[in-house]
């Protein structure tokens, strides 16, 4: 599996995953925190609660507490208990002491000392003297001294629980009066509601942007797909419809227009071609009739040459600008037939042409052009290279239509150059024979509308081979 | 030589600097020669006289040749060979489904047209109906289509062959299971270009035997008569077009 995504979907979805992801850390810091505040402000108040309540140290009998407590359930009191706020164990009994007892581990609080210090003073409580640390539940002397605390601890599970310890003395009094406040459970539900929310968040959110985003990448494909088909035949069709957000819209309008711009230029080209084709070559017929009149017939001779070379240039110009245009459909086509009947125009011509035989290869072909793309290569053999050998191969991913020659070759740095229009080889020694430089660069746009290419090398054991290799599919 | 020996020709086309010389040379290779500027001058032409043959351009302004060619075959049963500046494959195949009889592409050698003509004339009349001759012909289901030259074997798949091949291989058809000697194939498919055939016919069989049979060496199409020739053996039937 692709971890990292391609698509603009995917990117855009996965920045998302990662923008949501990293808001609902901080969320959870943040909510964790404040729990944590929370969980400190209720011991505290706890503590405070205690310490206000009873200014003198008082012999209260178990009976006695039950009747108050009763008494206050009753009238409805309870502790003021915030609806977010932890569950406060039950608080152990405050117990006066001439000095607070220090254990080993302790750990003094100055912060919430502070804390404690104002609260106290917020509800009138003089105070002389305050400590606060958090000690270790099983560490504190009063769990050691009292067996049925240390049960209820145990029953609790507060064992391996800090109390918070607050001693206070207040003016005048001679005893501390030290309130024990058992750390409350970490709340686990905080951790679940955020789990929880970041499942939710993500799920809305990803697959609203999944919808949202289908609206963009959708004509964005459409789109892409079309330049893609344009670009492989130059043909426009219907306009896209402009589909999705406005800037989309407006791409896609901009491609309409850019198509209809384009396939109007290659028509008009071509409308241009054809008629130059054709004001061209009524004159020539015209001075193709007339040279019949010339006497000399080696001069007669000359001109119809001559003619003939405008017209061949001609028809490689339209063909050229005709290639790739063709209504017709691809037909099936035995290419080694259709290679035999080439050479054997050439044979029967007396041309030095040869063929290696080879068994029926069956393929799709647009049979007019390749067998033009053929001729035109075995021709420029012939002219250039002294003679010509045609064999066709086969393999699994292509099908090659090789011309090999025996003459020069083309200079390695040349060979690129010779595909381009109008480029002939060493053109002051072939002026005579003719042809618009047209015949390889008509051959590579054949090779390139059957899906192919065309290849020029140079022979190791001398000549150029030129192979059209077509996919074999 | 009395006047109705001469073959009268109409040539019709908008060009003066082709249609002048072109009628010029016609009429110095020996026939009588009326020109038209357009279709419709040639239509007034032609309520007068009628012509052997018509030469026909195709590009004309107003009503075109095609659309000329077509009236001239279907309601005059008129040979016509057409002028066309195309050379697209189509376009000549539109010609010839339309009725025409030959076609030549300009600029087009003067003689070679003048060779057309007379092989037109001479074809012209020969059969009253030209028609049958672009039937296609079928054997073992293979099929030759006269027109289009295009031979397709029995799963449809195109066998390109050469001209010299196509003629040969319609001298068969049209004379199956016949005897042929070597001397009345070269006859009968010596056409225009009668360099094509320099070649021995044997070499031009061995190809065509080649690309039809499927053992070259064990031929069961074109059989080798011993001292004879060649016979061809399958049977040939030619199916009338649909069309009338």
Redesign the interface.
Known sequence: MRLWPRSLRGQILLAATLAILLAQCVTAVLLYRAAENRRDSAMLNAAALQLVRISEPQETTRFERRRVQRARRNRGETIDRPRLAPRLPRPIRLEWVDKPAQVEGDQPQYGREEELLALLQSQGVAVAEILVIERKASADPIVAARPRLRARMGREGLDNRNFLVAAVRREGAAQWAVARVPEPEVQRGVQRTILFQTLVIFLLLTSSLFFFLRRITRPLAALADRTERFTARQQAGEPLAAEGPEDIQRLIRAHNAMEARISGLIDEKDVMLGAI??DL??????????I??VEDESEREKM?AV?EDI?RSL?DI?SLA?VGKGN?PP????LA??T???V??F????MPVHII?HPRI?RPVY??WL?RALRNLISNAVRYGNEATVSLLEDNKKIILRIDDTGPGIDDDRIADMLEPFTRGEASRNRATGGAGLGLTLARSIAEQHGGELVLTNRAEGGLRAEISLPNA | MTETALTSLLLVDDEASLREPLAEYLVRQGFDVQQAVSAAAARSLLRETVPDLVLLDVMMPGEDGLSLCRHLVEARQLPVILLTAKGEATDRIIGLEIGADDYVTKPFEPRELVARIRSVLRRAGRASSTRLADSPYEFEGWQLDPLKRRLTDPEGVLVSISTAEFRLLRAFLDHPRQVLDRDQLLNMVQGREAHLFDRAVDNQISRLRRKIEADSRNPEYIVTVRGGGYRFAAKVSRPLPDKD
């Open positions: 084709g054709h070559k009524t004159p020539l017929a015209a001075l193709r009739v007339r019949e009149s119809a003619i017209t028809d339209l005709r017709e037909e099936l086509t035995d037939a259709l035999a009947a080439v054997e125009e044979e029967d011509r007396g035989d069956v049979v007019t067998r």
